[in-house]
């Protein structure tokens, strides 16, 4: 177990090499939620709980539940929340998201989820922890769709990170499921063709959606293009 900074949040975080570590992907979405005064907010994916500690720092007046399946991960996220003392405001619970509902509905709800679709000749990572992180094991884009439907506010906010081979994918299950369109956000890095994407979507709302890209090969100022270019 090693303890990191939070890229520059100025908190701390617990990895283990072994199983995987937070990815910039966490900061993308971190940075593209929209927060209002005395929010719920549920991650449903939280992983070791960068979002949660990302949202943080945003506001003080923020409540924010994450939900992971794995112990291995959920022990290290429980770490990350207890020496950055946040334990009034994040709370973590080991279950299953696809029969997580909560006794309150949610303003929002967000998922970096597996970005990978299982089949019978998918290659998938011989360490199990990282295999359910990152293939749909255990939860596929159907199921964080519909969790976050069960556990938001008519009219709450729904956020996703993933790749661009599954928008088609993703848009479907959003419709769907009744959510409007209001905002995606494509990233390009490395050449012209963005590798992922960012959605914003809303509960039984009509679609009303905006187009935007980004571009940049410097993955560490994803954070202040957001700051300029998406607010």
């Not at 520059?8 to 995987?20: C, E, M, P, S, V």
């Not at 207890?82 to 405001?89: G, Q």
């Not at 998938?124 to 295999?131: A, G, I, T, W």
Request: aromatic share 10%; hydrophobic share 40%.
């Amino acid at each position: 177990m090693e303890l990191n900074d939070l890229y520059d949040y100025g908190l701390k975080i617990y990895q283990n090499a072994d199983y995987f570590k937070f990815s910039l992907d966490s900061i993308l979405l971190g940075e593209f939620v929209e927060l209002k005064a005395n929010q719920k907010i549920l991650d449903l994916c939280t992983g070791n709980a960068p979002i949660p500690l990302i949202l943080s720092t945003k506001r003080e007046d923020i409540q924010i539940d994450g939900l992971e399946i794995q112990k291995e991960i959920f022990t290290l996220a429980q770490e990350s929340i207890k020496i950055n003392n946040l334990d009034s405001r994040i709370r973590l619970h080991n279950v299953d998201a696809k029969t997580f509902s909560a006794r309150w509905k949610y303003d929002i709800v967000l998922a970096n989820p597996p970005y990978f679709k299982v089949s019978s000749s998918s290659q998938k990572n011989e360490n199990l922890v990282k295999q359910i992180a990152r293939h749909e094991v255990t939860l596929n884009l159907a199921d964080v769709i519909m969790a976050a439907k069960r556990n938001l506010k008519e009219n709450g906010t729904f956020y996703m990170v993933h790749r661009v081979d599954r928008l088609l994918d993703s848009i479907h299950e959003l419709e769907k499921a009744k959510f409007g369109l209001r905002k995606i956000v494509f990233i390009h890095t490395k050449n012209d063709e963005a590798e992922i994407f960012l959605i914003q979507a809303s509960k039984y709302k009509k679609s009303d959606m905006k187009v935007r890209s980004i571009f940049t090969k410097d993955r560490l100022t994803y954070k202040n293009i957001f700051k300029e270019e998406l607010k």
